[in-house]
């Protein structure tokens, strides 16, 4: 089985940055999709960014697309979420998840799509 854990989320101030990661264990992460999702208090959870097994393709979701970067390091089992330019309706529990498909060439929006999830980590953006 595979575990997922994140990492690096705390408070900042609007234009502010964080780093996030999350670190796989237990299982095959390398050869899977990766997508990072987020959940704001009384709202359901959306997709942020996704990056496929290789790590040549992208997608972020068009509010946070110029701002945030996904990126992979396979040979450390690591995948982070640079956050940059941060705003205060950015605040929310964010997620890092791996799609239930082994080398997967493209990537995907879709929540049920991804079949291991993290525990979560806090960002809260202070006007």
């Known amino acids: 089985q595979v575990q997922l854990v994140e990492s690096g989320g705390g408070l900042v101030q609007a234009g502010g940055s964080l780093r996030l990661s999350c670190a796989a264990s237990?299982?095959?992460?390398?050869?899977?999709?990766m997508g990072w999702f987020r959940q704001a208090p009384r709202k359901e959870r959306e997709f942020v960014a996704a990056i496929s097994y290789s790590g040549q393709n992208t997608d972020y979701a068009d509010s946070v697309k110029g701002r945030l970067t996904t990126s992979r390091d396979n040979a450390k089992n690591t995948v982070f979420l640079q956050m940059n330019s941060l705003k205060p309706e950015d605040t929310a529990v964010y997620y890092c998840?791996?799609?239930?498909?082994?080398?997967?060439?493209?990537?995907?929006?879709?929540?049920?799509?991804?079949?291991?999830w993290g525990q979560g980590t806090q960002v809260t953006v202070s006007a």
């Open positions: 237990g299982g095959t992460f390398s050869i899977n999709t």
């Open positions: 998840a791996a799609h239930y498909l082994p080398l997967l060439g493209g990537t995907s929006r879709e929540m049920n799509a991804y079949a291991y």
